[in-house]
């Protein structure tokens, strides 16, 4: 085996104890909710119910085993892929966070659409012409998308584009594929995105910009794009990688505020409403499906790592 090779092996096993470790925490979400599982969803504004009914739903539901049975069932069902059915729909929980999570991603990659074309360039003009006015409009343009709150720009191009203007709809999902009810919501999320990510490629580029070997580079006459593209920009993209997957996968998580302003029936909305309601095994199982997301966002940029500065994989092998 290669040491590339036995570094990707070993990067991906580590996903095995993480994922394990969420499952529990995840699973143990049920018992540290105060009061009693079964008392709490058989509850009603009608009244209580009486002891005899929740000792007959805590039979059924399995809360009269032990925790450890009670896990083990959970974590076997899970691995044949059944996270069980939602405690007030009655819908499968798996279904039902897919469903959302499909709005929320098509919402998601627009964002980052957005949030790269608008970042990167920003932020590589701005190092390139440090100190200067271009770079003092690109860091008062990212000032300013970091300091509006999402909530105040999500109102403010509603006003302007769908009030205003009439050009947009205020909100809603659409058939679930027309791009004029993701344009407001994508905007305001791409752009919060890019205003980190382009203080972010600035600084970084920058400090690549200050190397020995880019010093070298130029001392040897290379063309000032090849030494900007070929050399600084790649190890100035490493950190850069890291926030752009950690803005998707807040972006796949559901951006709580944003969907619930343009009404978009995302997975950040799903999480929300189901702890409202205590749906216990929904909490479950958007908790395990959202630390899956992260992992594997993780695990993708520690590869994407290996292909940006080939030294981090034998450096890690050593």
Not at 55 to 69: K, L, S, W
Request: aromatic letters at 10%; glycine letters at 6%.
């Amino acid at each position: 085996m290669t040491r590339t090779a036995a570094y990707l092996a070993k990067r991906v096993l580590l996903i095995i104890p993480a994922l394990f470790f969420v499952s529990i925490i995840s699973f143990s979400l049920v018992f540290l909710a105060p009061g009693d599982p079964a008392e709490v969803l058989l509850s009603s504004p009608q009244g209580s119910p009486s002891p005899e009914m929740i000792e007959a739903y805590r039979v059924r539901m399995g809360f009269d085993q032990p925790v450890y049975v009670q896990y083990l069932l959970w974590l076997n069902n899970l691995l044949h892929g059944d996270l069980g059915y939602s405690y007030m729909s009655e819908q499968p929980v798996a279904d039902t966070i897919m469903k959302c999570f499909q709005a929320t991603l098509k919402l998601s990659i627009v964002s980052m659409i957005i949030s790269i074309v608008v970042s990167i360039p920003l932020g590589i003009l701005a190092a390139v012409k440090n100190n200067t006015a271009i770079d003092d409009f690109c860091r008062f343009g990212a000032l300013i998308g970091v300091s509006i709150p999402n909530f105040w720009q999500a109102f403010l191009l509603i006003i302007l584009f769908s009030i205003y203007l009439d050009w947009l709809p205020v909100a809603g999902y659409g058939d679930g594929g027309d791009l004029e009810h993701m344009i407001l919501p994508a905007i305001v999320l791409g752009t919060s995105s890019a205003a980190v990510t382009t203080r972010l490629m600035r600084s970084s580029l920058l400090e690549a910009l200050n190397q020995d070997y880019i010093i070298t580079a130029r001392a040897k006459g290379l063309p000032e794009r090849v030494v900007i593209g070929k050399h600084a920009l790649r190890n100035a993209l490493i950190p850069v990688v890291t926030m752009l997957a950690l803005s998707l996968g807040f972006l796949l998580n559901g951006a709580v505020v944003v969907e619930w302003i343009f009404g978009w029936p995302g997975i950040g909305g799903l999480v929300v409403d189901s702890i409202y309601k205590r749906d216990y095994t929904m909490i479950q199982g958007s908790i395990l499906f959202i630390a899956m997301i992260f992992v594997i966002l993780n695990l993708i940029v520690d590869i994407s790592y290996t292909f940006l500065d080939p030294r981090i994989r034998y450096e890690t092998m050593d």
